[in-house]
């Protein structure tokens, strides 16, 4: 009798285990260090093109016109991820802008725009909340250089330095205009892949 119900209990516990297993998706979540749960679609296998990507940067900013852009795709765990770069020169300094549609390989660059829990001495880090998107700027009194890394809608990577001696050069939320995160939104998801 001792055995019969031990095997019942075992068998029920089986069964239970089993039916507790998620279903399988095409997606794959990542713990932020913020705690923040981000489920990320990994079945995405390439980024929007990036002449399509390339339309988002802003063509002036401050007077200055954008350089001409380098753009190009690498592949990264099978999927091809897109990038442009466009450049501004101003008398005092100058800008540079980085997009980059990591599609289903986020998971790979994900922890870069989470606010750094150790940041470097002298550095001064404010967090960045955008329309559809998160990351961080770290700026350096010392070198006259703010960084900023930004998530736009779980994928697309922006990344800015600004680099210059006036004042404004260290203005977060001046240079955060720059982040074209609602084109950067209506750009993949108006774009088929």
């Not at 998620?22 to 296998?45: A, K, R, Y």
């Not at 001064?124 to 006259?144: C, F, H, K, V, W």
């Amino acid at each position: 009798m001792y055995n019969h119900t031990l095997i019942v209990l075992l068998i029920v516990g089986c069964v239970s285990c089993i039916n507790k297993q998620p279903e399988q998706t095409n997606g794959q979540e990542f713990q932020t260090q913020q705690d923040e749960m981000v489920s990320i679609d990994t079945s995405l296998s390439e980024g929007i093109s990036p002449s399509i990507l390339k339309e988002c940067l802003p063509t002036t900013f401050r007077g200055a016109e954008k350089l001409p852009s380098s753009s190009g795709s690498v592949i990264i765990e099978g999927v091809k991820v897109s990038k442009t770069t466009g450049e501004y020169i101003f008398p005092g300094g100058t800008i540079t802008i980085t997009l980059a549609d990591y599609a289903g390989a986020v998971g790979t660059v994900l922890y870069r725009y989470d606010l750094p829990k150790n940041p470097e001495t002298g550095m001064e880090i404010q967090a960045i909340t955008l329309p559809n998107g998160y990351g961080y700027s770290r700026y350096s009194p010392n070198e006259s250089t703010l960084h900023m890394y930004c998530l736009i809608n779980k994928r697309v990577a922006a990344e800015i330095i600004a680099n210059g001696t006036d004042t404004w050069f260290s203005d977060q939320t001046l240079i955060s205009s720059l982040i074209p995160s609602d084109c950067i939104v209506k750009k993949i998801t108006s774009t088929k892949q």
